[in-house]
């Protein structure tokens, strides 16, 4: 995995650590909220429910 990491240009080795970074943290956690409404992402535009999660 490191070494195809270095292949790549910084630009997307920075959008991999954030994904990774995003599936470690605990959702629901103060610290996620915390986060989401400082940076303002709207989640709606990314994420929607699929079947197991709407009612």
Known sequence: MFLRLL????????EVVA???????FAGSAVVEATGLQIGVDMA?????????SS
Do not use: K, N
Request: glycine share 4%; charged share 20%; no cysteine.
């Open 7 to 14: 292949e790549l240009p910084d630009a997307v080795v920075m």
């Open 19 to 25: 994904i990774v970074m995003g599936e470690t943290l």
């Open 45 to 53: 535009r990314y994420w929607q429910a699929d079947p197991a999660f």
